[in-house]
């Protein structure tokens, strides 16, 4: 019976005329109709076409079917994506390619054709990975009125886009094609001038997203009278909507639209040569492609087969596979910008208090840019409890925030008490700033088992607490920090050292070959240039170097600066036993690196600040 009644409807429906408003009848059909169009003869017509579906796994699926609609043909091919399983890029070719060779040279999954060009070359600004491959529009204004967009993640938008500036484009997105006209906006058509270019039925092309958070890409093939009408303008708004699409752009149209998987080639019926098949596709300038989202760039997570980093999303997905007792490696492949996350440490003791997790993490010469880290956890850093090794990486403006416990850029936690828990920190360069209550440094806060070597930190430091250090806040257990260089103003209420700021009672920590260039070192009286505090019988301190006209300030009013700084010896445990190591003073970095010698191989020292050849002029 429930099928009788169904069918009973549908027949009422398509007696109906084209503005007949079926929207009684949605408990029957909801599941197979976009619920914010008007159910009409031609939409039925769409929707229960015999469609010729092919799954692509992950939840993608291409789509064709052919359709009469408005007393035509309609021949309609599309693929369905969702966005948490693909990346979406754009490619630009200065040399007319067919979308099918663009694609097939990225890799790609899928494909669709870009924007308009002109005589075969890019006349629609275009932006990939940051860098602008056509800057400006050569298109007419009532043309180019949408934009497709893609951020650092990969996540796909298109949006209206009349400006002939773009400024907040390349400052907002990875990627970014200007295209044709937009087709819908929020789910509504437009309206539009009564041309050629709107009115006649053409191929057309489209790329559009869901309001279920899902990616299209749709062709609309033409010019082949009886098999493929094509669709005007407007037509092809009213397809796009009654598939699915809430925002939607036209791209570059007639010959130039076509549909391309990996498995199956040219999947829509391109009008190059005039004939119902898929060999009609002609060269473009630009094509969109997809492909499927992978944790990594690569590898396996081992010694052998690193896991491979080049994006923010790889980044991410570092938390999300790390585990408890197990060991993994990691490489990057390129420089990665962190701007607008808020950066959870990997190995916090989150949800569960324990730090078992071991990681090597090797940068290759890389750099992580604008690193935040501001969410109330605490071990504030990149890694939160550092068991393992960071080697050979750049951290370049990063931003650590810590409200309770110790922090720093690399790690708040440098290794763990336990005697075989270590870790190893060298070739590394970290600049920003660390704010928190206690024990933090530029590199580390808390160093407690382990080797620091080879560093460069130029941090800003400001503690509400004691024990502030250039390159780690206290140092204790069995710790080895040696040939670093320490730069940057630290600030706290309590001691702190340019390189050190606390020693905590053990002579098992070695300090060698420390350079300590801060411009000012604000503590209390137990601080000191190298190192701010240790025990008076502290003796593992050697050939460590001070800038000579550092400010060191005992609180308000009690800055001392040159010969009066380098001899403030007032502050003792008794017996005339000073807790303060300034190191030797020195006018020239580069000349106090040399002297401790430093190695060449490792460290520029051609110039005026020692710089790690690793990041050549950085």
């Not at 789910?187 to 001038?193: Q, V």
């Not at 609309?220 to 009408?229: H, K, P, R, S, V």
Request: glycine share 10%; aromatic share 8%; charged share 15%.
């Amino acid at each position: 019976m429930k099928y009788l009644y169904a069918s009973f409807l549908l027949a009422l429906v398509y007696s109906c005329s084209d503005a007949g408003d079926n929207s009684d009848y949605s408990e029957v059909l909801k599941k197979d109709f976009n619920q914010e169009i008007r159910w009409d003869v031609d939409s039925l017509a769409l929707l229960r076409a015999s469609w010729d579906k092919t799954d692509l796994g992950e939840g993608a699926m291409v789509c064709t079917a052919k359709a009469s609609m408005w007393g035509t043909t309609q021949s309609v091919s599309y693929i369905v994506y969702p966005t948490t399983k693909f990346t979406t890029n754009i490619t630009v070719s200065t040399a007319p390619t067919k979308t099918s060779a663009l694609a097939e040279a990225n890799k790609a999954l899928f494909a669709i054709n870009g924007s308009y060009s002109i005589s075969g070359s890019p006349s629609t600004f275009a932006m990939v990975n940051k860098i602008l491959e056509v800057p400006t529009t050569s298109e007419p204004a009532d043309k180019v009125n949408g934009m497709i967009v893609i951020d650092a993640d990969g996540a796909i938008d298109v949006k209206s886009w009349t400006s002939p500036d773009y400024t907040d484009v390349q400052n907002q997105y990875e990627s970014a094609l200007a295209s044709g006209p937009m087709l819908l906006v929020d789910g509504e058509i437009g309206s539009y001038p009564q041309d050629a270019v709107y009115t006649q039925r053409m191929a057309r092309s489209v790329i559009g997203t869901t309001a279920q958070g899902t990616a299209m890409l749709l062709t609309i093939d033409g010019a082949m009278t009886g098999n493929a009408d094509g669709a005007t303008f407007e037509e092809a708004a009213f397809i796009a909507k009654t598939l699915g699409m809430k925002n939607a752009v036209c791209l570059a149209e007639g010959n130039s639209s076509t549909l391309w998987t990996s498995g199956k080639g040219v999947v829509n019926h391109p009008s190059g040569n005039g004939q119902y098949d898929h060999e009609g596709e002609v060269a473009v300038s630009s094509a969109i492609y997809v492909v499927p989202t992978s944790a990594f760039g690569g590898g396996d997570g081992t010694a052998e087969n690193p896991y491979l980093i080049s994006s923010r999303n790889h980044m991410r997905n570092m938390k999300s596979i790390v585990e408890l007792d197990k060991t993994y490696y990691f490489e990057m492949t390129d420089d990665v910008d962190m701007t607008g996350i808020n950066w959870e440490p990997l190995n916090a003791g989150v949800p569960v208090d324990r730090f078992d997790i071991k990681i090597h993490f090797d940068g290759k010469g890389h750099t992580i840019r604008n690193l935040r880290c501001n969410n109330g956890i605490r071990y504030a850093s990149f890694f939160g409890v550092l068991n393992g090794s960071c080697r050979n990486v750049r951290f370049e403006n990063a931003e650590i925030v810590c409200p309770n416990a110790v922090a720093g850029i690399v790690a708040g936690y440098l290794g763990t008490n336990a005697a075989n828990v270590t870790c190893l920190v060298e070739n590394v360069y970290v600049s920003g700033t660390v704010n928190g209550p206690t024990s933090s440094g530029g590199i580390g806060g808390a160093f407690a088992n382990g080797i620091v070597r080879n560093c460069y930190a130029d941090v800003n430091i400001n503690l509400t607490g004691s024990h502030a250090g250039g390159i780690v806040g206290e140092a204790r257990n069995s710790v080895t920090l040696e040939n670093c260089f320490a730069k940057g103003e630290i600030h706290c209420p309590g001691n702190a050292g340019g390189v050190i700021g606390l020693i905590n009672n053990t002579n098992n920590v070695v300090a060698s070959g420390l350079i300590a260039w801060n411009e000012v070192i604000d503590g209390e009286q137990v601080s000191g240039r190298v190192i701010g505090r240790h025990s008076p019988s502290y003796n593992r301190v050697a050939n460590c170097y001070a800038k000579k006209d550092m400010t060191i300030a005992w609180g308000p009013g009690k800055s001392m600066t040159g010969a009066d700084a380098n001899n403030c010896v007032s502050y003792d445990w008794g017996n005339g036993i000073t807790a303060i190591h300034h190191g030797v003073t020195a006018e020239n970095a580069v000349e106090a690196a040399k002297k401790i010698g430093w190695s060449e191989e490792i460290w520029d020292l051609s110039g005026i600040t020692p710089m790690l050849r690793l990041f050549g002029n950085k």
